[in-house]
């Protein structure tokens, strides 16, 4: 019996396929799937699951799949697309069953091995999903970088950018960051930095939240400014986690989870994340997924066909990913 699990984003796509021991039998790595908007959304999407797909079932040698998952960033699982998606995965290959999951739930799977716990994903956006003990399940945060997404890289990016030029015009304090982002785009002058910002409506958000990079340098050299936008990010993303627990577990605590590129910029906000959320959870334990989402999306598989993640499935697929580029 044969299990599909799919993680596709704004990078990449990334497609597992392995038996119910465990056995990894082929992966594949595609574009991005990420927001199916207009004709060239739908096309990329058919491509990078094309690809992923093909790629990662090239062994299977004629055997038939019995359920695929698909973890997709932007696409809802009870949205219009829906549909869509499972009739483009079934033009690629066949399976007894193929469901579709938004992508922070496949993270929630990966971290927890399908059981009761809070994941924070903290990436160019930020949101949380918990799902407690009664199979309660709540979503907090995802409302996007025009609403919100605060303590997510686009947010550190543009913190980054605003205490640079308020710093340059004397309503800030003295920061490195100014230097360093005039570096990163080859900017001489301020001035020229903020066309640059501006240019062709704006900055891709992905490039401006890719400047958290430069906060986390800087704030390792010792700059407050940087410093400080690290441990507001970590204090925001703590709020994610905190009305995730209130909603679940009021009475008790369940495990929390960090994942997402944020939590990779340094101890500030780390710190901060985990200081608030001990506050008013000191029993709460704050981990790393051990597992990366497109095997949350394998282990939903396996759970709608009612069969087991033991420790010998688990143990057989760590091996099989141990060398697969399954979490870039």
Same mark, same amino acid.
């Given at each position: ?12 796509? *990334? ?56 973890? %997709? ?10 549909? %869509? ?42 949101? $949380? ?44 304090? *003295? ?55 690290? *441990? ?79 420790? $010998? ?16």
């Amino acid at each position: 019996m044969y299990f599909l699990g799919l993680d596709g984003g704004a990078s990449s796509t *990334k497609c597992l396929v392995a038996d119910e021991k465990g056995e990894v039998v082929g992966f594949g790595r595609a574009g991005p799937s990420n927001h199916l908007h207009g004709e060239e959304g739908v096309a990329r999407l058919k491509r990078a699951l094309r690809g992923s797909i093909n790629e990662a079932t090239e062994e299977l040698n004629g055997n038939s799949l019995d359920t695929i998952c698909l973890g %997709l960033t932007g696409v809802d699982s009870t949205g219009p697309n829906r549909e %869509l998606v499972i009739n483009i995965v079934k033009n690629i290959i066949q399976a007894k069953n193929v469901i579709l999951e938004e992508d922070i739930k496949i993270a929630l799977a990966a971290a927890s091995i399908n059981q009761p716990g809070i994941v924070v994903y903290g990436g160019t956006g930020a949101n $949380a999903y918990g799902k407690g003990r009664e199979g309660n399940e709540v979503n907090v945060g995802g409302w996007g970088y025009i609403i919100d997404d605060k303590g997510a890289g686009y947010d550190i990016g543009r913190q980054a950018l605003r205490k640079s030029f308020r710093y340059f015009d004397g309503r800030g304090r *003295k920061t490195s960051l100014l230097k360093k982002i005039k570096a990163h785009f080859d900017c001489e002058t301020a001035q020229e930095l903020k066309r640059t910002v501006y240019r062709d409506d704006g900055l891709p958000r992905q490039e401006i939240a890719s400047l958290s990079t430069i906060v986390k340098k800087e704030a390792d050299q010792g700059d407050p400014a940087a410093q400080n936008i690290l *441990k507001q990010a970590g204090v925001e993303l703590s709020q994610l986690a905190l009305t995730a627990l209130r909603e679940l577990c009021p009475e008790e605590s369940l495990p929390v989870y960090t994942a997402g590129g944020v939590f990779n910029a340094g101890h500030w906000l780390r710190d901060s994340f985990r200081k608030r959320v001990s506050e008013e959870f000191p029993a709460v334990n704050i981990m790393k997924p051990e597992f990366p989402p497109v095997c949350g999306a394998l282990f939903l598989a396996m759970e709608l066909s009612e069969e087991d993640t033991s420790e $010998a499935f688990l143990n057989s697929l760590r091996k099989g990913i141990k060398d697969l580029p399954v979490s870039t």
